[in-house]
C-alpha cells in the first residue's frame, strides 16, 4: 500500500508560479490562514469550485461532513489556507486537518487560475517553517503531480506522521 503526498521541503514552484507569487507581494492577491474556514468548506463542496465532481462519488461534502469539520476546526484540529484578490474577494483556498508531523489535505477549489496553487505553495512553505514535513494529499491528480506530489511506501508514511 502507498500515500500520495507532497513533502513540505520539495514542492515545486514552477518558473510560472514564482510570476503568480509576485502578486503577493504586489498586493494583487493575499494570503491568510483559518481565518475563513467555513467559506472555503463552503466553497469546496461548491460546485462551482472548478472541480468535476459528478463523477467523484463519495468525493462530495454533505452538510454532515462539514458540521464534523467546523467542529474540528473550532477544536483547533482543522486549518485552511485563504486566497483573496485585491478587492478581498475569496478566490481560492483549501483545508484539512493537522496530527502529528502531517497535514491532511482534504479539498481545494480555485475561482481563478493558479489560487488554489498559491495556497497550496503557501501552506507547505508554512509547515515546512514549523517542522511539518508532510502533506498527505489523499488523491493523485496532475494537478498535485505537478506540484512534487508521489506515492511512498506506506510504512514510510506512518513514520514521517509519527515524528519516528
Request: charged share 25%; aromatic share 10%; net charge negative.
Amino acid at each position: 500500500m502507498q500515500r500520495f503526498v507532497i513533502f513540505t521541503n520539495e514542492i515545486h514552484i514552477s518558473h510560472s508560479m514564482r510570476q503568480e507569487l509576485k502578486k503577493l507581494v504586489s498586493g494583487e492577491i493575499s494570503v491568510t490562514y483559518s481565518t475563513a474556514f467555513e467559506p472555503v468548506i463552503e466553497a469546496c463542496s461548491s460546485e462551482s469550485c472548478g472541480t468535476d465532481r459528478e463523477n467523484l462519488e463519495g468525493a462530495w461534502l454533505g452538510e454532515d461532513m462539514k458540521k464534523a469539520y467546523i467542529e474540528m476546526f473550532k477544536q483547533g484540529y482543522a486549518a485552511s489556507v485563504e486566497v483573496w484578490d485585491k478587492d478581498l474577494h475569496l478566490i481560492g483556498g483549501l483545508y484539512g486537518l493537522t496530527l502529528g508531523y502531517g497535514f491532511f489535505g482534504e479539498s481545494m477549489f480555485s475561482l481563478k487560475p493558479n489560487a488554489s496553487k498559491i495556497a497550496l505553495i503557501v501552506l507547505a512553505k508554512y509547515l515546512e517553517s514549523r517542522g511539518i514535513t508532510l502533506i498527505d494529499c489523499q488523491l493523485e491528480t496532475p494537478h498535485l503531480r505537478s506540484m512534487g506530489g508521489r506515492f511512498i511506501p506506506y510504512d514510510e508514511y506512518l513514520k514521517i506522521i509519527r515524528g519516528e
